[in-house]
């Protein structure tokens, strides 16, 4: 019984910022890796950014530059920093925690990112 509860999506115009947060129900140290992925209607679920247990993370190219992922281990928290947003940002927006091998992954109900003017 893992809970992971996003929040901090809404609408913002190009070129904007949002931070975007992911509470877990445990401690996050507990987990070997947790990240962020989105989903865009139409499209595949992508992996965004990742950070591992030990502080190792990962940049999708098309946001690289731009977001940083980021967390606070005695919030149970992990944290997406978004700058510089473009349209093509918009997405659901799902926060992932990975346990010890394969399959052992959780995931949390997302938060909307919608860029627009």
């Known amino acids: 019984q893992v809970q992971l509860v996003e929040s901090g999506g809404g609408l913002v115009q190009p070129g904007g910022s949002l931070r975007l947060s992911c509470a877990a129900s445990?401690?996050?140290?507990?987990?070997?890796?947790m990240g962020w992925y989105r989903q865009a209607p139409g499209k595949q679920r992508e992996m965004v950014a990742t950070?591992?247990?030990?502080?190792?993370?990962n940049i999708a190219d098309s946001v690289k530059g731009r977001f940083t992922i980021s967390r606070d281990n005695g919030q149970n928290t992990v944290y997406l920093q978004m700058n510089g947003l473009k349209p093509e940002d918009t997405a659901m927006y799902y926060c992932?925690?990975?346990?010890?091998?394969?399959?052992?992954?959780?995931w949390g109900r997302g938060t909307q990112v919608t860029v627009s003017s």
């Open positions: 992932r925690a990975d346990g010890l091998g394969i399959g052992n992954a959780y």
């Open positions: 445990r401690s996050i140290n507990s987990f070997y890796a």
């Open positions: 950070i591992t247990r030990g502080g190792g993370t």
